[in-house]
Every structure is written in structure tokens, then in C-alpha cells.
């Protein structure tokens, strides 16, 4: 008895598989994806945009510090890498994307 309570409907039809319409189904899900964009996606964007500005904006004589922490100064820009001195005779590439911050007030200073 309990299992055909369950199985039909107060007007006494059997219960439809969808149980509703496929939009108020939707509903959540939509919410979901607007809040997801509005919290993490909107805001990664704009730091991106941010990073990638100011990685174009690089000249020698800039000095940067790394993702992977290393501090140096910009020798050369190239299309996709940086030429960095670290040291006195030391000076490695790195590719542009891991540079994380510019010191200000330093620029145009050599180790």
C-alpha cells in the first residue's frame, strides 16, 4: 500500500518521471554556473588580464622578482622569454609568464 501512495499522484495518476517541468530542473543548475562565473571566473579573468599587462609593459633596467622567488633585473626582452641577471656574471631566461612581481622604486638599478 505505501509503495502505490508513493507511486502516484493526489489525483490518484501515476507520478511522471521528469516530476515537472525540465526548466524548474534547470533552475538550480543555472544558478549554480551564475554565481560559479561571478565569484571565481569574472575575478580570475581580471587578474589575468592584469599579469599579462604588466609583463608587456617590461623593459631592461626593470628589476622583478619570480615565481619560484628569484630576484633580478631585466637585461633584454624577447617574444617570449625575458633575459634576467641575477648575480654579476649570471644572467638566466625565464619565460614571461613567471614573473609574479615588479619592485618599484628600483627600476634602472644593477647589481
Known amino acids: 500500500m505505501t509503495t ?8 490518484g495518476q501515476p507520478a511522471s518521471p521528469a516530476g515537472g517541468s525540465m526548466l524548474g530542473a534547470l533552475v538550480p543548475f543555472i544558478l549554480v554556473f551564475v554565481i560559479f562565473y561571478l565569484l571565481i571566473i569574472m575575478p580570475q579573468r581580471k587578474r589575468q588580464k592584469k599579469h599579462q599587462g604588466m609583463v608587456e609593459a617590461l623593459k631592461a633596467g626593470d628589476r622583478i622578482v619570480t615565481t619560484g622567488g628569484i630576484f633580478g633585473t631585466v637585461m633584454g626582452v624577447q617574444k617570449d622569454r625575458l633575459e634576467l641577471k641575477i648575480s654579476a656574471n649570471v644572467k638566466i631566461d625565464i619565460t614571461k609568464s613567471s614573473v609574479a612581481v615588479i619592485l618599484e622604486g628600483q627600476q634602472g638599478q644593477t647589481e
Open 4 to 11: 502505490s501512495l508513493l507511486a502516484s499522484s493526489p489525483q
